[in-house]
Nanobody, 115 residues
Framework: VQLVESGGDLVQPGGSLRISCVAS????????MSWYRQAPGKERELVAT????????NYADSVKGRFTISRDNAKNTVFLQMNSLKPEDTAVYYC?????????WGRGTQVTVSS
């Protein structure tokens, strides 16, 4: 299993960014996918989850109405569109899939929100 995140950047408050995660090594379309984030000195937290067919999504209260998770099963890719970014969104963002009872993680992509 391999998860490779990309798209992290430095963005000003109020700005937008889309990050991506390309998956391989498993049948992508069979599994729900999630995005987590970890800010310096804080625990890793769940940001958003999408079902295998993209029909249902869930979000942390802190990002509802600002972030959108989506997926392209033809390209084995999951996305996180982030709008109205705030300094408190600064974190390393990780892609996650749970296969049977094992969680798999990417290496993360850094998102920094600062003026």
């Amino acid at each position: 299993v391999q998860l490779v995140e990309s798209g992290g950047d430095l963005v000003q408050p109020g700005g937008s960014l889309r990050i991506s995660c390309v998956a391989s090594g498993f049948t992508f379309r069979w599994y729900a996918m999630s995005w987590y984030r970890q800010a310096p000195g804080k625990e890793r937290e769940l940001v958003a989850t999408i079902t295998n067919d993209g029909g249902s999504t869930n979000y942390a209260d802190s990002v509802k109405g600002r972030f959108t998770i989506s997926r392209d099963n033809a390209k084995n890719t999951v996305f996180l569109q982030m709008n109205s970014l705030k300094p408190e969104d600064t974190a390393v963002y990780y892609c996650n899939v749970r296969l049977v009872s094992v969680s798999h993680w990417g290496r993360g992509t850094q998102v920094t929100v600062s003026s």
